[in-house]
């Protein structure tokens, strides 16, 4: 008879004890004890503890027979590795159960039948002594059973997860992190299941998994039980909510990705096989998992958890389909566990990988870090292949899982056709510093084993795999040697997905937030076209053309019914993302200026667009706003950012007018703005006016009573300062942003402007591309210089010894 329990229940461990139970039931039993009367849901369970499974080697006298087994094992040999792996588990298999342990855990399991129900459904998970500790994330390294029910079938299904601790990647992996292989206990985790086979199930980080930036929630999900998600099976809904605002009761989800989801996993009647895959329907994939009051409820217990552990966390949740909806709408969290790969990095330091060169695209999908590697492609198709892998290599395959982790820490790049940010393959790559593209859907088909190819992360949310061995670089910063200056150093940014990388550079905020790239990569429509989509859908049933768009538009906006809240949505979700990653720092963001040539691009746009023989100096910027043509459309830009202020709560946008030729012009955008509820001064909203046109210099004087700011566009400025156009090579040798001409025009706005006790700044090209023209601007007493992120710590060097020269402070 043992006298150290066998059994202890969730309500009686905590985050001390996981020498005693693992990580995983002691980090349960905390939530459990300590969360929920915060109003975190965890469903009830017990730990089979580490000693129940030390009393099982020892009363089954197997402990030698394992060592044995396992002596003078080299894991990087494969085959050694699958033949000794295999003995083991049938050496515990083989072994007796006691029978006072199995008394133990069928009382046990009574117990929760009187609480729940007669054959109440359990999950038999692993909870490892030594799991989740900061460096070392054992993700996947033992078995999970699902759907379990009944004494009999609950002790068959702890006997092989105690098994499960001598998996081959089990095994592999604790040798390579240098622990013994008794060193590490098993513990079980028995939880009452949460229904989500009848609705959906995900996990989430408390930081974001690419860029490590902390101030976001991380969420992803799919339809079913949570499974494929871990495994990477399905491409998930992906979702960000944003910290600070939410702490100060906002709505703040800055961002929503549809998923695939092609399929989910659900219950079976059959014991044997408790659980099954089935394909998901339309309706299913072309809808989110969650509402964003959903999102929210999760992302305030995510920020509850991390508060309560005082580090990021990977944390797993469920929704239940069948009524367990006690104060929740359903929502549990079924587990949580520390973050291992950015909560270990220095954050003085920042790689940025750049390549140098482009060429031929063969597949993408969603980047996992912002590496660029290269080497030769071997695509291996299931495990049973693994054997051919080679050292450097290129592995391309459809989905990997923990079997896989022997090849997977001697590739030099990983991509999958399945799986997103949070599945194994993203996972463990992150953990392993490798460059990995998961959810290219087509991989496999479109690259061949043995082509060269460079796998590049460094370009933003998608991944891409190129052809050929291309040229790149890998800068390092020091943010430590980045000095402090009086001249503020924003960015230019234009691409969402970047802002939270760029964000940690050294920074004062953003000075030039385009909403172009927005539009035209994320919408991709013009909106008098879903404006008038009723009107359209009518039109389509005679006019082919018209048939066309609104098959065009469709496809976009599945997850829409309202066309219009698409268009709304999706630009406030990019430019919220780009405010989130700056926060608290200032992000101009100026209006949309497309050209009426760049509108007819998009989706209906020719419907609705002229044709002007020269768009660059046509009906552009702030002249398209107040036009009864246009304002409508206007209408959903100024509805965008009001979401994003009044109901993300991020108050640290600000709007800029671009290309707005005389003042009379600039007091009806203000006008048409505040019809649409962007009223200049109200909740600290101001609103810039871009500097690009000769007429704005010669009466800034006057638009510094309209605007709270300006920012000098060096490119127009340039163009029509010197009256060329600067697409046209038969002239570009002119365009020269340092001619006197327009160097006087600089001088001459700035000194207007702190005259008038009014912002100035750049966010014109010139700083970013001559080092000259930086430190003039620093001799104008400019406020700031808004830069390409390449290089703002560059000219913040040239501006910092600049004005080290001419003794500001």
């Not at 927005?518 to 039109?539: M, Q, T, V």
């Not at 999706?570 to 430019?575: E, K, P, S, Y």
């Not at 209408?635 to 946008?653: H, Q, S, T």
Request: glycine share 8%; charged share 25%; aromatic share 8%.
């Amino acid at each position: 008879m043992n006298d150290t329990p066998f059994i202890l229940w969730f309500n009686e461990i905590g985050i001390k004890d996981i020498p005693l139970v693992g990580g995983k039931n002691a980090s349960l039993g905390e939530m459990y004890r300590h969360l929920t009367e915060k109003g975190v849901m965890v469903p009830n369970g017990f730990a089979i503890t580490a000693d129940a499974y030390k009393y099982l080697l020892k009363e089954a006298g197997i402990e030698q027979a394992i060592r044995d087994a396992l002596e003078g094992l080299d894991t990087h040999d494969i085959a050694d590795l699958g033949e000794r792996g295999g003995k083991v588990r049938n050496i515990i298999l083989n072994g007796k159960f006691p029978e006072d342990l199995e008394k133990a855990i069928k009382d046990s399991y009574s117990m929760m039948e009187r609480i729940y129900g007669r054959d109440i459904d359990v999950a038999v998970r692993s909870s490892a002594t030594a799991e989740d500790l900061p460096d070392a994330s054992f993700a996947g390294q033992q078995e999970s059973y699902l759907n379990i029910r009944g004494p009999e079938q609950l002790l068959d299904a702890c006997h092989r997860c105690f098994a499960s601790l001598f998996t081959n990647r089990a095994i592999s992996y604790r040798q390579d992190k240098g622990f013994g292989h008794f060193d590490v206990y098993l513990s079980i985790v028995i939880q009452k299941m949460v229904r989500s086979d009848s609705s959906c199930s995900g996990v989430i980080f408390t930081i974001d998994t690419e860029s490590g930036f902390e101030n976001v929630v991380y969420i992803t999900g799919s339809w079913g039980l949570g499974e494929n998600i871990v495994q990477g099976a399905v491409n998930p809904d992906e979702f960000y909510v944003f910290k600070p605002a939410l702490k100060k009761g906002y709505s703040p989800v800055v961002s929503k990705r549809l998923g695939l989801k092609q399929k989910k996993m659900i219950y079976t009647s059959d014991p044997r096989e408790p659980v099954k895959n089935v394909t998901t329907s339309d309706e299913e994939r072309n809808h989110f998992i969650l509402s964003d009051d959903e999102l929210v409820t999760l992302a305030k217990w995510s920020c509850i958890i991390e508060d309560h552990y005082g580090k990021p966390m990977d944390i797993e949740w469920a929704k239940d389909g069948d009524g367990n909806k006690v104060g929740s709408g359903g929502l549990f969290i079924l587990q949580a566990r520390p973050e291992t790969v950015h909560s270990q990095k220095d954050k003085n330091f920042m790689e940025t990988y750049r390549l140098k060169e482009t060429g031929e695209v063969l597949a993408s999908g969603k980047a996992v870090g912002a590496k660029i590697s290269q080497g030769k492609v071997n695509i291996i198709e299931d495990a049973s292949k693994i054997l051919e892998f080679k050292e450097g290599e290129v592995l391309v395959t459809d989905m990997t899982d923990p079997d896989w982790e022997p090849i997977m820490k001697i590739a030099s790049a990983i991509v999958t056709n399945r799986g997103g940010r949070t599945c194994h393959a993203a996972i463990i790559s992150r953990e392993l510093g490798i460059t990995c593209i998961v959810g290219t859907e087509d991989g496999t088909e479109k690259i061949a084993t043995g082509q060269d190819v460079t796998v590049s992360c460094a370009e933003g949310e998608e991944g891409r795999i190129y052809n050929g061995l291309l040229d790149f670089e890998v800068q390092r910063i020091d943010f430590s040697e980045v000095p402090k200056t009086k001249t503020h150093i924003m960015m230019n940014v234009g691409i969402p997905e970047q802002a939270f990388t760029q964000g940690q550079i050294p920074n004062e905020g953003v000075g030039l937030a385009r909403l172009e790239f927005i539009i035209n990569s994320h919408i991709g429509i013009h909106p008098l076209a879903l404006l008038n989509y009723a009107e359209l859908k009518e039109r389509a049933a005679s006019d082919q053309e018209i048939a066309k768009v609104i098959e065009a538009i469709d496809a976009k906006t599945v997850a829409y019914d309202d066309k219009t809240r698409f268009f709304v949505d999706t630009l406030a979700q990019g430019v919220a993302t780009i405010a989130a990653g700056f926060y608290p720092n200032d992000v101009i963001v100026r209006l949309s200026d497309f050209k009426s040539n760049e509108y007819a691009n998009l989706i209906g746009g020719h419907l609705y667009e002229p044709v002007e023989s020269n768009p660059m100096i046509g009906w552009r910027g702030a002249s398209r706003y107040y036009t009864e043509a246009f304002e409508p459309a206007f209408a959903l830009e100024c509805e965008a950012l009001k979401k994003v202020r009044n109901e993300m709560g991020l108050m640290n946008v600000k709007v800029m007018v671009p290309f707005c030729r005389t003042v009379e012009e600039g007091k009806k955008v203000i006008e048409v703005m505040k019809k649409h509820g962007l009223v200049q001064g109200e909740n600290g909203l101001e609103v810039y006016v871009m500097c690009e046109i000769p007429s704005n210099v010669i009466l800034a004087d006057q638009f510094a009573e309209v605007f709270d700011g300006f920012s000098i566009g060096s490119n127009d400025l340039t163009q029509l300062t010197l009256g060329l156009d600067r697409d046209s090579e038969l002239v570009s040798h002119i365009y020269d942003e340092r001619n006197e001409a327009v160097k006087r025009l600089v001088r001459q706005v700035i000194e207007t402007a702190k005259k008038a006790k009014c912002k100035i700044g750049i966010c014109g090209q010139a700083p970013s591309d001559f080092p000259d023209f930086a430190a003039f601007l620093v001799e104008c007493g400019i406020d700031s210089m808004s830069l390409t992120p390449d290089t703002a710590v560059k000219t913040r060097l040239i501006v910092a010894e600049k004005e080290k020269e001419l003794g500001i402070k």
